[in-house]
């Protein structure tokens, strides 16, 4: 699914037509038809945070919906990071270079994946370039949101589920 679905999917869920988008975010009308009925697969950057904002939604769950910017969310630790006081003064622009980066990862063979692995790990461990504060803080942040989706998934596993009719 496109950016141009999940913008539809996001208009609908608020009941907001594309012309309503377009009044609010400045967009040119035919730029946003353009997007979504092409199912565009990127957007400038500028365009998609003015629409996402409008539709009070964040970047990532218009480029890889729902599902997936929840789970990249964790992985980055935006929660964690979105509370620090550094959030005031990284700008959206950083964050979406992480989220590059991360996806340029994702591109690599595994033995550049390895290489990146290695390198970012020697990084981490050389306390020259690591936060040991922010990383005390982030450690025990991941303990507590790690067992809050262990409840989560125990309560999903445990909610019985709805029989399926047979065709007999």
Do not use: C
Not at 79 to 108: C, H, P, V, W
Not at 138 to 161: D, I, K
């Amino acid at each position: 699914m496109g950016v141009g679905s999940q913008i539809k999917e996001a208009l609908k869920a608020k009941g907001m037509t594309i012309k309503a988008l377009s009044e609010k975010t400045g967009i040119p009308l035919n730029t946003l038809y353009s997007i979504t009925k092409r199912d565009e697969q990127s957007v400038r950057s500028d365009i998609l945070t003015k629409i996402a904002h409008a539709l009070g939604t964040d970047f990532d769950s218009l480029l890889y919906g729902e599902g997936l910017a929840k789970e990249l969310k964790f992985i980055r630790g935006d929660d964690f990071f979105d509370n620090q006081e550094i959030a005031d003064t990284t700008s959206y622009g950083d964050k979406f270079l992480e989220g590059n980066m991360l996806k340029n990862y994702r591109l690599l063979n595994g033995v550049g994946q390895r290489a990146v692995q290695k390198f970012v790990s020697a990084l981490w461990h050389d306390a020259y370039f690591t936060d040991k504060q922010k990383n005390e803080q982030h450690t025990e942040w991941a303990r507590e949101a790690n067992a809050r989706m262990n409840e989560e998934s125990n309560r999903t596993n445990a909610e019985p589920q709805a029989e399926e009719p047979t065709n007999e």
